[in-house]
């Protein structure tokens, strides 16, 4: 059964650092992964996806990696900003199923 | 771009009541997700379909039922509400190609409210 799981679960930086949250999976058979990032109380908004033939995609300031054969993801963000300031959830497709397993967040404080 | 519309956005229930929610999926894709988050927890998977057939499933309470119609909009059908379904129901689409699924899209989800 997948498992995963992101570390920290919570985290607060300065504006201006560049930071990394991690996304580990348990089951490397995996289909995809994506990263979202969701404010208080409203939807997901999808900011990366990586294919599991992929190893890394970048949009802006952020980029995601993947090693599917240790069973994980980074995602890196550079020179943060205190708009960044969210829940960031990771999401994985196991092959087969394609149904997607959440992480239990990172929830990110950027202060001014 | 079109996206995924879900309604209502806010729905306020008594506890035993009945409630419908509805997912229109991106035009072209064929297949719909259901997720269940609840307050301060990550998003569940409860159900999908692929050509309005059930193609997965999960923690889904028997009280709840869903289908995906001939539109390849989908409706949760959901009764005898309890205070724990209060959560945020998300919808997702995708395109599935023959052995592989396209990238799931979400929609803004719908906030229900079990007093």
């Known amino acids: 059964k997948q498992e995963v799981t992101q570390i920290p679960a919570a985290l607060s930086v300065p504006e201006g650092e560049n930071l990394v949250l991690n996304c580990s999976f348990t089951d490397s058979a995996i289909y995809n992964l994506q990263w979202f990032r969701q404010d208080p109380g409203k939807g997901l908004t999808s900011l990366l996806l990586?294919?599991?033939?992929?190893r890394e995609q970048t949009s802006g300031r952020l980029n995601a990696s993947l090693d599917k054969s240790s069973g994980r993801s980074t995602l890196y963000i550079a020179a943060s900003q205190p708009g960044d300031s969210a829940t960031y959830l990771c999401?994985?497709?196991?092959?087969?199923?394609?149904?997607?397993?959440f992480g239990t967040g990172t929830r990110l404080k950027v202060l001014a | 771009a079109a996206g995924v519309i879900q309604s209502p956005r806010h729905l306020i229930k008594e506890k035993r009541e009945t409630a419908t929610l509805k997912c229109y999926p991106i035009?072209?894709?064929?297949?719909v997700y259901w997720y269940q988050q609840g307050p301060g927890q990550d998003p569940q998977f409860l159900i999908s379909?692929?050509?309005?057939?059930?193609?997965d499933k999960g923690s889904i309470p028997d009280r709840f039922s869903a289908q995906q119609f001939s539109d390849y909009h989908s409706e949760l059908n959901m009764s005898s509400l309890e205070l724990g379904d209060s959560a945020l129901y998300f919808c997702?689409?995708?395109?599935?190609?023959?052995?592989?699924?396209?990238?799931?899209?979400f929609g803004p989800g719908t906030r229900l409210t079990v007093l």
């Open positions: 990586i294919q599991s033939s992929q």
């Open positions: 035009p072209r894709h064929d297949t």
């Open positions: 379909f692929y050509e309005k057939m059930q193609s």
């Open positions: 999401a994985v497709s196991t092959s087969g199923t394609y149904k997607y397993i």
């Open positions: 997702a689409s995708s395109q599935f190609a023959g052995w592989s699924s396209d990238t799931q899209y």
